[in-house]
Each structure stands twice: as structure tokens, then as C-alpha cells.
């Protein structure tokens, strides 16, 4: 049997960061071109063949609308053609979990999509982002990720896009899940998935578009006041995240200034502003209009009520199935 051909698409970070010397803390992500860390990949001499784009070569927090749409136009077109077997997005981890959920929602499942970081840049002494890629190598290379979704690999483990987060600055440990913890094990030579795949031959959910909806999010905190969400919501905002206190809690004063919002028909959904937030319906969400967000953090909160609103879905009661479905 012939090597499985992948499709890279490299847009920066940490996986492709210097720092000019082993032991210094401060680096700059996105230094190194594709064809680069492809020529350090071959050298492992892994069972693939590899087909290398640069999309970007940025540091992840100024991952954005345009980077998604190509990542999405090459992904689309990877999963397309006969000429791939799977993807590899290599990301910097800062906000690889909303890359992955964004394209989790929008790509159909027939093929694996995999995104991959490091959290120690290429010339680091300990440098993780080869090991990371040789096995996002051997997740990518199964045809049993695809009907997983698109899946983030990091420190030996696999994760849904649902559920990784980022949960550390430091370390190679950086990633988690939740509410599952990962959905499989993988080291270069092994993968183990804890599982049947459950999103087999799947369409993508949503039509994707790089011109998403104004949705901002309102981190909650003690002595906040209604002037806060004045100051938030602008003529432009279509929907409303709040990044609540525990189970999407918030001070009296803020929830009488979102419920005005939500009757006047703006959505608003309340996620938890904890690692492992898990937000509830609560009979007064009737009264207020609010969605509980379930297990989704914030930042994806975010994005499933964007492709909600650009797909023409406002009222409370649709969009809370959505959330429910996640
Ligand atoms: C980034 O997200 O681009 C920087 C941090 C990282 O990749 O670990």
C-alpha cells in the first residue's frame, strides 16, 4: 500500500517559532516557512507523503476571518479531491481551539482534519512540535479520525473539537478537554481511540463565511454594573456571550440590562467564565430569553451563535437546541 498523502497547511505560532537560542524564554512564533519544517518532518522518515501550503505565518492570536476563509477553501478542497487522504493544520495554540470549532462546524467529516501546535518553538532545547506532528501524522493517516470531526493533537493525545481548550502558558501539558477529557491516544508509532467515531459521513453543519455576525462576549466580574454593557454593544452587535460566574452567573444590575437586549430580540447566551464550566437551563432563562450555553467555552459560544445568526436562526428556543446538539 502507498504512503497516505497529506495536505499541510501551515499558518505559524509556536510550531513554527525561534527563539536564536536553546534556553531563552522569549521567542517570536511564526519564523520558520513550511518547506523548512517539512524538511525536519521528512527526516523522521514518517509513512506519508506531505504537500505543504503557507496560509499565514502568524502568531495565533491574529488568527482571524481571512485565515480562516483560505484554511477553509484548502480544507474543502483537500477533502474533495482524490489527490489527499487527510489534513494537517499546524496552529499556534493560543487559539487553536476556535480554529478547530469553526471548522469543525463548517467542513463535512469524510476525511481527517487535524490541528497541531507546540508550545516550545523549533530551536528550543525539548522542542515538542515535531513530536506533535509526527503523530497528528499517524491520527491523520487513519481513516477512523474522520468521522470524528476535526480533532486537535498535543502532548500525545487526541481531542474533539468541542471539547479542547487550552488550560496552561507553560508546559507541554498545555491541552485538555472537557467535558470528555480526549477521544484517543497517540504516539508516533501507536494510536489508540477511546471509541467508535460518532460523526461518520457527516455534511458540514453550517455554510461557512469569512463575514461573521458582531458578536462580543462580556467577561464577568465582581462590581460590574449595567454601564458595562452599554459600553459593549454597539449598534453593530447581532448577539451576546457572557463569560459568567460560575454556572453563567451575573450581578442583578447586567441581567436586567441583557434581558432589555433579549426582549428587544438580540440573542444572548450565558457560557461560564471557569475551565470546566458546565451551564444549565434555568427556569428564569424562560423569563430573561437567555440560552444556556452547556459545556461550550465562551470563545465557542462565540462562533456556534455567529453561524447561528448568519444562518438566520435568532429566536431563544432554536438557538438552545443548537447549543443542546453540541
Ligand atoms: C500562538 O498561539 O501563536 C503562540 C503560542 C503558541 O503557539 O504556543
Given at each position: 500500500?502507498?504512503?497516505?498523502?497529506i495536505?499541510?497547511l501551515?499558518?505559524?505560532?509556536?510550531?513554527?517559532g525561534?527563539?536564536?537560542?536553546?534556553?531563552?524564554?522569549?521567542y517570536?512564533p511564526g519564523q520558520i516557512?513550511?518547506?523548512q519544517?517539512?524538511?525536519s518532518?521528512?527526516?523522521?522518515?514518517?509513512?506519508?507523503?506531505?504537500?505543504?501550503v503557507?496560509?499565514?505565518?502568524?502568531?495565533?492570536?491574529d488568527?482571524?476571518?481571512d485565515?480562516?476563509?483560505?484554511?477553509?477553501r484548502?480544507?474543502?478542497?483537500?477533502?474533495e479531491?482524490?489527490e489527499?487522504?487527510?489534513?494537517?493544520i499546524?496552529?499556534?495554540?493560543?487559539?487553536?481551539e476556535?480554529?478547530?470549532?469553526?471548522?469543525?462546524?463548517?467542513?463535512?467529516?469524510?476525511?481527517?482534519?487535524v490541528?497541531?501546535?507546540?508550545m516550545r518553538?523549533?530551536d528550543?532545547?525539548?522542542?515538542?512540535?515535531?513530536?506533535?506532528?509526527?503523530n497528528?501524522?499517524?491520527?491523520?493517516?487513519?481513516?477512523?479520525?474522520?468521522g470524528?470531526?476535526?480533532?486537535?493533537?498535543?502532548?500525545d493525545?487526541?481531542h474533539?473539537?468541542?471539547?479542547?481548550?487550552?488550560?496552561?502558558t507553560?508546559?507541554?501539558?498545555a491541552?485538555?478537554?472537557?467535558?470528555r477529557?480526549s477521544?484517543g491516544l497517540?504516539?508516533?508509532?501507536?494510536?489508540e481511540?477511546f471509541?467508535?467515531?460518532?460523526?461518520?459521513?457527516?455534511?458540514?453543519?453550517?455554510?461557512?463565511?469569512a463575514?461573521l455576525?458582531?458578536?462580543?462576549?462580556?467577561?464577568?466580574?465582581?462590581g460590574?454594573?449595567a454601564?458595562?454593557?452599554?459600553?459593549l454593544?454597539?449598534n453593530?452587535?447581532?448577539g451576546?456571550?457572557?463569560?459568567?460566574?460560575?454556572?453563567?452567573?451575573m450581578?442583578?444590575?447586567?441581567?436586567?440590562a441583557?434581558?432589555?437586549?433579549a426582549?428587544?430580540?438580540?440573542?444572548?447566551?450565558?457560557?461560564?467564565?471557569?475551565d470546566?464550566?458546565?451551564?444549565d437551563?434555568?427556569?428564569?432563562?424562560?423569563?430573561?430569553?437567555?440560552?444556556?450555553?452547556?459545556?461550550?467555552t465562551?470563545?465557542?459560544?462565540r462562533?456556534l451563535?455567529?453561524?447561528?445568526?448568519a444562518?438566520?436562526?435568532?429566536d431563544p428556543?432554536?438557538?438552545?437546541?443548537?447549543?443542546?446538539g453540541r
Amino acid at each position: 500500500m502507498s504512503d497516505p498523502k497529506i495536505l499541510v497547511l501551515a499558518t505559524g505560532g509556536t510550531i513554527a517559532g525561534m527563539a536564536g537560542s536553546a534556553t531563552r524564554a522569549d521567542y517570536a512564533p511564526g519564523q520558520i516557512g513550511i518547506e523548512q519544517f517539512l524538511s525536519s518532518a521528512r527526516a523522521l522518515k514518517l509513512d506519508a507523503q506531505f504537500t505543504g501550503v503557507q496560509i499565514a505565518n502568524i502568531g495565533s492570536e491574529d488568527m482571524g476571518p481571512d485565515v480562516w476563509a483560505a484554511l477553509h477553501r484548502h480544507c474543502l478542497a483537500a477533502l474533495e479531491a482524490d489527490e489527499f487522504d487527510g489534513v494537517i493544520i499546524t496552529h499556534g495554540t493560543d487559539t487553536a481551539e476556535e480554529t478547530a470549532f469553526l471548522l469543525d462546524m463548517t467542513l463535512p467529516t469524510n476525511k481527517p482534519v487535524v490541528l497541531v501546535g507546540a508550545m516550545r518553538p523549533a530551536d528550543a532545547v525539548g522542542y515538542d512540535g515535531l513530536r506533535n506532528f509526527a503523530n497528528a501524522v499517524r491520527v491523520a493517516s487513519n481513516p477512523e479520525a474522520a468521522g470524528r470531526g476535526v480533532l486537535v493533537v498535543m502532548s500525545d493525545r487526541v481531542h474533539a473539537a468541542r471539547d479542547v481548550r487550552k488550560s496552561r502558558t507553560r508546559g507541554t501539558e498545555a491541552f485538555r478537554g472537557f467535558p470528555r477529557e480526549s477521544v484517543g491516544l497517540v504516539t508516533p508509532s501507536a494510536l489508540e481511540w477511546f471509541g467508535a467515531p460518532w460523526r461518520v459521513g457527516e455534511d458540514a453543519r453550517f455554510v461557512f463565511e469569512a463575514d461573521l455576525p458582531d458578536v462580543p462576549i462580556l467577561l464577568i466580574h465582581a462590581g460590574m454594573t449595567a454601564d458595562y454593557v452599554t459600553r459593549l454593544v454597539t449598534n453593530q452587535t447581532r448577539g451576546v456571550v457572557v463569560a459568567g460566574a460560575g454556572e453563567g452567573n451575573m450581578p442583578e444590575a447586567v441581567r436586567r440590562a441583557l434581558a432589555g437586549l433579549a426582549a428587544d430580540g438580540m440573542p444572548v447566551v450565558r457560557a461560564s467564565r471557569l475551565d470546566e464550566g458546565l451551564v444549565d437551563r434555568e427556569p428564569e432563562d424562560d423569563e430573561n430569553r437567555f440560552v444556556a450555553g452547556r459545556a461550550l467555552t465562551p470563545q465557542k459560544a462565540r462562533i456556534l451563535l455567529q453561524l447561528l445568526i448568519a444562518s438566520g436562526v435568532t429566536d431563544p428556543a432554536s438557538i438552545q437546541m443548537e447549543f443542546d446538539g453540541r
